[in-house]
C-alpha cells in the first residue's frame, strides 16, 4: 500500500508538472505527502521546505523549459523517507535528478507533437473523443515520466542503496551534505533578491525580531505575518484607493504595474 500511494503521488505530481491547478509537482508538497504515506512527515517537510527555496526560481519561459520540480521532488524524497539516505545528500541528488527530468520532459514533449496531430485529424473529422483521448494519452505521458522513475528507485533494495552510500568515500558525502546547505542559502539568497525593495526590507528584519521569540511557534508567526501585510496593504497609499495619487487618477492598474516593475 506504500508502494502504491508513492506512485500515486509521483503521478500526481507529473500531471501537475503540465497542468498547475493543485501544485501537486512543488517541493513542499510532493515531499511532504510522500513523507506521510511513508511515516516519515517531519524528514518529508524539511526535504520539500529546503527544496521549494530552490524552485521559486525554476520557470518556463517561451521555449526555455525550466528543471523539472515533480521528479527532484519525489525522487529525493523516496531516498530520504524510503531508503534513509542522508537529507544533505538527498538534497545534492536532487539538482542532478531535476537535470535529469529536464531531459524526460523534452523527449515526452516532442512524443506529445505527433497527439497534437492526432487531435488536430480528430477534429477535423468531428470526433470529441478522439481529441480528447489524445490530450489524455500525453497527460498520462507527463504521469509517466515520473512515476517510472520512482518505481525504479523503489526498487532497488535497501540494502543495495545502501551499501553503495557506504562505498562512497566521506569526503564525498561530507562535500555533498555540505553542498546540501549551500543549496538551502541560495535559495534564501533567491527570495531575498525577489523581495529587496526599500519597502520590504523593514518587514524582512522584523521576521528576524520575532524569531528570537522562542514562544513563538510558526503558526504564530503566520498570522503574525498576515496580519501585517493586511495593515501595510490598508495604510500603503499605492494600494489604498481611498487616497493617494491612485485616486486622483483613477489609474489603478498603471499604478500596479509601476509596482510590480520596481520589484523586477
Known amino acids: 500500500m506504500e ?36 511515516g516519515h512527515p517531519a524528514e518529508g517537510i524539511m526535504l520539500g521546505g529546503s527544496l521549494q527555496l530552490v524552485a521559486l526560481g525554476w520557470m518556463n ?29 538527498g538534497m545534492s541528488a536532487a539538482m542532478a535528478l ?20 492526432m487531435a488536430d485529424s480528430a477534429a477535423v473529422k468531428g470526433s470529441t473523443s478522439g481529441v480528447e483521448l489524445a490530450h489524455l494519452a500525453a497527460l498520462l505521458l507527463q504521469g509517466l515520466r515520473v512515476v517510472i522513475p520512482a518505481a525504479l528507485i523503489i526498487a532497488v533494495p535497501v540494502e543495495v ?4 552510500l557506504d562505498a562512497i568515500p566521506a569526503w ?3 562535500g555533498l551534505s555540505t553542498a546540501g546547505g549551500f543549496v538551502v542559502a541560495v535559495g534564501y539568497a533567491m527570495v531575498i533578491n525577489m523581495m529587496a525593495t526599500p519597502k520590504l526590507w523593514p518587514f524582512f528584519f522584523l521576521g528576524f525580531a520575532l524569531a528570537a521569540i522562542s514562544a513563538l511557534n510558526l503558526i504564530a508567526m503566520g498570522i503574525i505575518g498576515l496580519a501585517i501585510a493586511f495593515v501595510y496593504l490598508q495604510l500603503a497609499p499605492e494600494f489604498n484607493s481611498a487616497s493617494g495619487p491612485v485616486a486622483a487618477t483613477g ?13 523586477e
Open 172 to 174: 564525498v558525502t561530507t
Open 61 to 89: 519561459i517561451g521555449p526555455a523549459v525550466a528543471p523539472d520540480a515533480a521528479l527532484c521532488s519525489v525522487a529525493s524524497a523516496i531516498l530520504v523517507c524510503m531508503k534513509g539516505v542522508d537529507m544533505g545528500v
Open 251 to 263: 489609474a489603478v492598474g498603471d499604478e500596479l504595474d509601476a509596482i510590480i516593475n520596481d520589484y
Open 98 to 117: 531535476a537535470v535529469a527530468g529536464l531531459g524526460l520532459t523534452i523527449i515526452v514533449r516532442t512524443i506529445v507533437v505527433g497527439l497534437i496531430h
Open 3 to 38: 508502494v502504491i500511494l508513492v506512485l500515486l503521488v509521483a503521478l500526481l505530481a507529473g500531471f501537475e508538472g503540465i497542468l498547475d491547478s493543485f501544485q501537486f509537482h512543488q517541493p513542499i508538497i510532493a515531499c511532504t505527502l510522500i513523507g506521510v504515506v511513508t
Open 161 to 164: 542503496v545502501q551499501g553503495a
